[in-house]
């Protein structure tokens, strides 16, 4: 009913992401970013690091599909070593295992 008035700046709409585990689009700031540099994969928790970065929600079941079906290092197009996903897997145990509001959606084994 009202119009509600927007901030004024370039900013048209919230930029989405896609997570690399559940694949849904979210805002790019309700997810953390992981990005590959010269030490390794590592979590970006303030999105500003340079290098080939993809995002993932705040769930651990993302996480999880992400490092567990390779698909965030084909995302990152790079090598998730050992002491990189002993990281992630450090971060996602900090996470909630899934979200509340939204419940990922078992995609079924489907493992080729
Ligand atoms: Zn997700």
Redo the contacts with the bound molecule.
Sequence with gaps: MATQKKQSGPRRHAPMRT?V??R?GRPKREMVRVVATVEGVQVDPTGKKSGRGAY??R?RS?WDLGLKKERLAASLRAVIDAPARERLRQYAETLPPTESEDQ?VNEGRSDP
């Design positions: 997570c585990g559940c849904s993932l929600c769930s993302c990922v």
